[in-house]
């Protein structure tokens, strides 16, 4: 059915990650899928710092089997990563731990600029030549080099790029001044990680430091990139502002950032919303929310003159 369509992200699945388990991972995939959802994204990074192990526990539930598309992503993040030697044998490695031979979406996962883009082109129309993916997607990439993709697949007929993913949310919408109108003029759509800004809105506060091995965990390398994209006073002064304003409708930050991105941003029919979740409650408290309406006018305004007040520090939508 057309509209915006939930994705259920695996970056947190592996014995490093915060699903620690397979038994712990099914539980996940049970649970996105009794809500009628059959989506799941991972990368051959995931998760961070221990490459292999979310598509290693999708491979041993055998997800594929259980109704369940996969979208993943290239090796990516090094030079070089992109050449056709190197695609070609992520792919192999990656088939390999997810027990498929061929997944729903292939992205690259950020631009290989030390590549050029036409031989690692060339590579992605070979595999899907080969019946090795159904749709060609880029992620961390500039809207000019998505144009780029876009004509070199016009001009040698060659598997253009069909999905986008990247960063959206309340305070990260950059996307919207020069990517969407891109993607639209070619169809493109686009698939929003980080919705809740890996817990910002609902999880800190400033002068509050953050747990040990939260998200916001100044020892990991993860935790030092989100306390770099969010850890503004600018982004403290809007959060308190959504603070009083669900309290004030009994909601919670959570739920109207979800509820937003559904109803309220630039995201269209075929687009996507991409969620992560550490605890099953979690999960489905996130789908829960999705299944609800639109925002009052109220809210929708405090969003949109925060937006105004932090665009200038929002983080990049691109590498």
């Not at 959206?168 to 809740?196: G, T």
Request: net charge neutral; hydrophobic share 40%.
């Amino acid at each position: 059915m057309p509209g915006v369509d939930v994705i259920l992200g695996t970056a947190g699945f592996g014995e490093h990650g915060r699903i620690t388990t397979t038994a712990f991972a099914k539980e996940f995939l049970d649970t996105f899928t009794s809500a009628g959802h059959f989506v799941v994204d991972t990368a051959y990074v995931y998760p961070g710092g221990f490459q292999g192990e979310s598509e290693t526990f999708l491979g041993n539930l055998d997800a594929s089997s259980l109704g369940i598309q996969i979208d993943t992503k290239v090796r990516s993040f090094e030079n070089n990563s992109h050449t056709p030697e190197s695609i070609a044998k992520s792919v192999e490695v990656q088939f390999k731990r997810l027990r498929v031979s061929k997944v729903r979406t292939l992205y690259l996962h950020c631009p290989d600029r030390c590549t050029p883009f036409v031989d690692t082109h060339r590579a992605m129309n070979d595999l899907f030549l080969a019946g090795k993916f159904e749709r060609f997607g880029l992620s961390n990439f500039k809207a000019n080099e998505v144009e780029i993709f876009v004509k070199m697949a016009q001009d040698n007929k060659w598997v253009r790029p069909t999905v986008y993913q990247g960063i959206y949310n309340m305070f990260s919408r950059l996307s919207e001044q020069e990517l969407f109108s891109v993607l639209h003029q070619y169809h493109i759509n686009f698939f929003a990680f980080s919705p809740l800004a890996v817990g910002f809105f609902s999880n800190v506060r400033r002068g509050q430091e953050p747990p040990a091995g939260s998200r916001f965990d100044p020892n990991t390398r993860q935790g030092q990139r989100s306390r770099e994209r969010y850890f503004k006073e600018s982004f403290f002064d809007a959060i308190e502002r959504i603070d009083t304003v669900s309290a004030k409708y009994g909601v919670s930050n959570n739920s109207i950032a979800l509820r937003w991105l559904k109803h309220h941003s630039q995201l269209t029919d075929g687009d996507a919303i991409i969620l992560g979740a550490s605890k099953i409650p979690q999960l489905k408290e996130n789908l829960a929310s999705l299944s609800e309406g639109v925002l009052p006018e109220e809210i929708l305004n405090v969003i949109n003159e925060i937006w105004d007040s932090i665009k200038n520090d929002a983080p990049a939508y691109a590498r």
